[in-house]
């Protein structure tokens, strides 16, 4: 369908075409939602969509690029609306069930973002961005499901600068050799640890060893991280200690009998999901009724109280080895969030942290020793690592993984100056390791 304008007429998908070209990412659908940032062209590349909408109300692309960019404009409910139709109006449009699969996990509905997921990952595993000149290209190897399985490389990788081509692993059709991949200059290993991703760690290590490209994270370190492996990956670490965590099945959980208190988790899962401090037998069989799992990860309660009361957690990420200060929460409670510490509301908080993010080995006192060491030790090119310091000045070690979070919205000048110095390392770090 077509309308006249000026005395020429004009296709709906010409108006698509066009605002894509204001907004050339608004072809994207296999990213974040609100990595995207908000430009000046918003509001013309709108008003282009409002005419292919209204020039053929089926045209499934004009339904995708008018959710993009609603999702720049943080108005996901009305972006699922968009998406729907798009993924409605044409049955094979994988990008939009992706993004509805990471919308619907956003709403916290999971089985609804596995629907989703699944219809994406049978129509194709590849997806790749639009194309622009300029930028160089990487092939990210990732895992299907929710973003926060992978790492998150749209908040902190340039999209002018790399071209970021996303395979999701397993592809029964690559082990036929009937997937054609774009041409690449680098492989990123993007997968994050968990029970679930071990079949794409492996494919990724078989596809790594089978090609001549350079990679980002070998896929054998990343099982170093997990949490029933962290404490020997870092025991030799000197200043540094991981408390040892074991993964036990539910028939086994109730019939724990000793070192108490513990702390218990399903496995696998992630932002203090089910995590409790559980002081005895009773707790455990109850704990396992209300939190039903295959598998449960069980370790050792530390308490790591700071004298004045308060508990601290500090994010670090490494970048080819060396330690970047992201992060540091405070709070009164032992299980921190970041999100939901109370930080806004104490200004010696946010000093503390200020202090951290500018002068980290002041806070850290292994910062030059143990925390490179730590990094030599995880042998990964790109991770992260949720820490504390205990009484004796240890460091302790929560946590470790590729796909933890970093992010710049930030109004405060000095964390978005800490982002800004984990975004510059990781360039350099690509395009190193790229030649």
């Known amino acids: 369908m077509c309308a006249c ?14 605002a894509c070209r204001l907004v050339p990412a608004l072809a994207d659908h296999a990213v974040i939602p609100g990595s995207a940032l908000i430009v000046p062209q918003l ?45 409605r109006f044409d049955l094979y449009d994988a990008p939009s069930r ?3 699969g990471e919308l ?26 639009a194309p622009r000149a300029g930028t160089r290209s990487a092939l990210v190897l990732c895992v299907g499901g929710p973003w926060h399985r992978n790492i998150p490389l749209d908040f902190v990788v340039d999209p002018a600068r ?30 994050g640890e968990s029970v679930e991703a071990q079949p794409a760690l492996d494919a990724a290590q078989r596809f790594i060893a089978s090609q001549s490209k ?76 209300r939190f039903p799992a295959a598998s ?13 009361g308060y508990y601290r957690k500090y994010r670090v990420m490494f970048v080819d080895g060396e330690p970047y200060p992201y992060h540091l929460a405070i709070d009164r409670a032992w299980m921190i969030h970041y999100r939901s510490a109370p930080m806004d509301e104490h200004a010696w908080m946010r000093d503390e942290e200020r202090r951290f993010l500018q002068t980290p080995e002041k806070a850290l006192a292994g910062w030059h020793t143990a925390l490179r060491a730590i990094g030599a030790a995880a042998g990964l090119d790109y991770f992260g690592i ?13 946590e470790a993984d590729t796909a933890m979070l970093v992010h710049r919205f930030t109004t405060d000048p000095a964390k978005a100056a800490a982002v800004d110095c984990i975004r510059t390392a990781l360039a350099g770090l690509l395009d190193r390791r790229a030649g």
């Open 386 to 398: 949720d820490c504390t310091v205990l009484a004796d000045g240890n460091v302790f070690v929560f």
């Open 162 to 191: 790399w071209a970021l081509h996303r395979w999701y692993l397993p592809d029964a059709a690559a082990e036929r050799g009937d997937v054609e991949l774009p041409a690449y200059e680098l492989v990123i290993d993007a997968i």
């Open 214 to 289: 350079p990679a980002i994270n070998d896929p054998q370190r990343v099982h170093g991280l997990a949490r029933d492996a962290l404490a020997a990956t870092l025991q030799h670490v000197r200043g540094c200690a991981a408390a040892p965590s074991r993964r036990v099945g539910r028939d086994e959980l109730p019939q724990i009998a000793s070192g108490f208190p513990l702390l218990v988790r399903p496995a696998d899962t992630h932002g203090g999901r089910g995590l409790e401090r559980l002081d005895d037998t009773a707790a455990l069989a109850a704990y396992a009724t």
């Open 104 to 129: 619907a996990y956003m709403a916290g509905d999971e089985p609804e973002a596995q629907r989703w997921f699944t219809e994406a990952l049978a129509l194709t595993r590849l997806y790749a961005p």
């Open 5 to 18: 304008f000026g005395g020429r007429c004009v296709s709906a998908s010409e108006q698509v075409e066009a």
């Open 296 to 308: 449960y990860d069980v370790g050792a309660f530390v308490d790591y109280c700071s004298a004045d």
């Open 43 to 87: 509001d013309a590349a709108w008003a282009l969509l409002e005419n292919a909408v209204t020039l053929d109300p089926t045209f499934a692309p004009a339904h995708a690029a008018r959710g993009n960019l609603l999702l720049r404009r943080g108005k996901t409910d009305a972006a699922r609306r968009s998406y729907s139709l798009a993924a």
């Open 98 to 100: 992706i993004a509805l």
